[in-house]
């Protein structure tokens, strides 16, 4: 795919001054534009997708969105589903579950060591979306407060305790009027 068409999709409304011969690249930053003077300086020994990403014009259509977010959700309500059907649902449908957690594609982010005040780990995410889903990841996973699904509103929340049903009190309280 021709470069500029491929950067045309990251820049629906104005492109930035971007000019390319062979491998060769030139981005012209205006002096007037500050912020963009300090984004090409800042990012100027990475690739230059991850100054364009921060870039003040940059978008991603909307239906690239949703597909993410439905893909999270996938995730989460069949992992929910899988702990809550598992004494009652047949093999075959927990086979599916498996499989479709399976799917969830781990790009794993890489690492360097910091010394701070005692030795860190600094994760290097080279996109939002990685660091979404890595989280995400982590979060689906904890044990201690696990993501969990509402009884009465439905909605995701993380839950305080390893057995929470409820978001809120006023969940609990209202689901408890129902009964
Ligand atoms: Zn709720």
Same mark, same amino acid.
């Given at each position: +795919? !021709? ?13 930035? !001054? $971007?000019?390319?011969?062979?491998? @060769? ?6 002096? /007037?534009?500050?912020?963009? &003077?300090?984004?090409? +300086?800042?990012?100027?020994? *990475? ?12 978008? @991603? ?5 949703? @597909? &993410? $977010?439905?893909?999270? &959700? ?10 809550? *059907?598992?004494?009652?649902? !047949? ?25 701070? @005040? ?13 660091? =979404?889903?890595?989280? $995400?990841? =982590? ?11 509402? /009884?009465?509103?439905?909605?995701? $929340?993380?839950?305080?305790?390893? *057995? ?5 009190? /006023? ?9």
């Amino acid at each position: +795919m !021709d470069t500029l068409a491929y950067m045309k999709l990251f820049f629906p409304f104005r492109m930035p !001054d $971007f000019h390319k011969r062979g491998i @060769e690249s030139i981005w012209n930053v205006s002096g /007037e534009d500050r912020a963009e &003077a300090a984004l090409s +300086m800042t990012f100027r020994n *990475d690739p230059r997708a991850m100054a364009m990403s921060f870039m003040r014009n940059y978008g @991603e259509p909307y239906e690239w969105l949703t @597909e &993410a $977010f439905l893909d999270w &959700a996938f995730t989460f309500v069949s992992t929910y589903l899988y702990y809550e *059907d598992r004494d009652i649902a !047949d093999e075959h449908t927990l086979n599916l579950y498996r499989k479709g957690l399976a799917c969830f594609e781990g790009n794993a982010p890489t690492y360097h060591l910091s010394l701070q @005040e005692h030795p860190v780990i600094v994760w290097d995410f080279h996109s939002l979306m990685l660091a =979404v889903k890595f989280l $995400f990841s =982590v979060k689906l996973t904890n044990a201690k407060n696990p993501m969990r699904m509402c /009884e009465h509103c439905r909605m995701a $929340f993380y839950a305080q305790r390893a *057995d929470s049903r409820f978001c809120s009190a /006023e969940c609990r309280n209202k689901a408890s009027k129902k009964s």
